[in-house]
Nanobody, 127 residues
Framework: QVQLVESGGGSVQAGGSLRLSCVASGYTASSFSMGWFRQAPGKEREGVAAIDRDGSTYYADSVKGRFTASKGNGKNTLYLQMNSLKPEDTAMYYC?????????????????????WGQGTQVTVSS
């Protein structure tokens, strides 16, 4: 049974930082493509960042230079370091995992490419 559990969300002022964590169980995370998505009220879920099974890292243009995705040494934890946060970063953030023998590549930001999802952690950035 694959499980993903996010933590680290909270409320910060604009310009602040947060670090989200996603602990994976039930599989070996190093063999999976993993991603971070977010969804604001009334908006579609959007890809934020991903680490592919081959180690490639992808970012949405809106977060490049501010967010960094990484995996823990044990490879079963995914992190999202978020710096210089903006009010428009306010959303529920979700961790996702893709179980496939192929890399997700340029399709990394499609939610449909990921079979497993965490419950989400709320990030609120005030101006």
């Amino acid at each position: 049974q694959v499980q993903l559990v996010e933590s680290g969300g909270g409320s910060v002022q604009a310009g602040g930082s947060l670090r989200l964590s996603c602990v994976a169980s039930g599989y070996t995370a190093s063999s999976f493509s993993m991603g971070w998505f977010r969804q604001a009220p009334g908006k579609e879920r959007e890809g934020v960042a991903a680490i592919d099974r081959d180690g490639s890292t992808y970012y949405a243009d809106s977060v490049k230079g501010r967010f960094t995705a990484s995996k823990g040494n044990g490879k079963n934890t995914l992190y999202l370091q978020m710096n210089s946060l903006k009010p428009e970063d306010t959303a529920m953030y979700y961790c996702a995992a893709r179980a496939s023998s192929t890399a997700v590549g340029s399709s990394w930001y499609y939610p449909s490419k990921y079979a497993y999802w965490g419950q989400g952690t709320q990030v609120t950035v005030s101006s």
